[in-house]
């Protein structure tokens, strides 16, 4: 049995699209940055403290398979927002830039398997009624950098470069990859 260790109901549908086995498994972790880690080695960390703490929770020879999403403006790390004033700070600085969104995909059997998958995002120049319309009728609190590629956001996006499904949170391709060489039948 595989099982994916997500709360993200984004991630749920992405896996469904290339196998229905699996199982959720709701996991806590503290995802909070450590002293002089950079973002590659916290999304990297965070992934695999989500895989080993679902690994706790069921029988070590079934499949855990986990990930991290963080949006990197200038080499910080933007998180989800705490509320909607911070949400609309975020988009405010996402606004004539471009900026990363890293996915790590982990899969835990009897060995770890890891992906690191990287796109660039450019944002157009927005305006505050839009920054404000969007969190007002999305849900931006759940969400790395406050914004969803799949929703209203996309109107903010003038280009991108890389996976539009790691951009949502499970790069398929890459998933996909992983999970053949974890012996998963597809």
């Avoid at 403290?49 to 020879?61: E, F, M, S, T, V």
């Avoid at 606004?95 to 796109?119: C, K, R």
């Avoid at 319309?133 to 991108?160: E, H, M, T, V």
Wanted: with cysteine; hydrophobic share 40%; aromatic share 8%.
């Amino acid at each position: 049995m595989l099982y994916l260790a997500s709360k993200s109901p984004r991630r749920q549908l992405l896996l469904s699209k290339i196998t229905s086995n699996f199982r959720i498994l709701n996991t806590d972790i503290e995802e909070i940055p450590k002293a002089n880690e950079t973002p590659h080695e916290y999304i990297v960390r965070v992934a695999r403290d989500k895989a080993y703490a679902a690994r706790k929770l069921i029988n070590d020879n079934e499949l855990v398979i986990a990930a991290d999403t963080e949006v990197i403006l200038n080499g910080s790390i933007l998180g989800k927002p705490a509320d909607t004033s911070a949400a609309v700070s975020i988009l405010e600085k996402l606004s004539n830039t471009t900026h990363e969104v890293i996915t790590v995909v982990v899969i835990l059997g009897d060995e770890l398997y890891q992906v690191i998958n990287t796109n660039r995002v450019t944002f157009r120049k927005t305006t505050k009624e839009e920054r404000l319309w969007y969190c007002d009728n999305f849900s931006p609190l759940d969400k790395a950098g406050a914004y969803g590629i799949q929703d209203a956001a996309a109107a903010f996006i003038d280009r991108f470069e890389g996976s539009y499904s790691g951009v949502m949170g499970l790069p398929l391709f890459d998933t996909r990859e992983l999970l053949i060489k974890s012996g998963v039948p597809l």
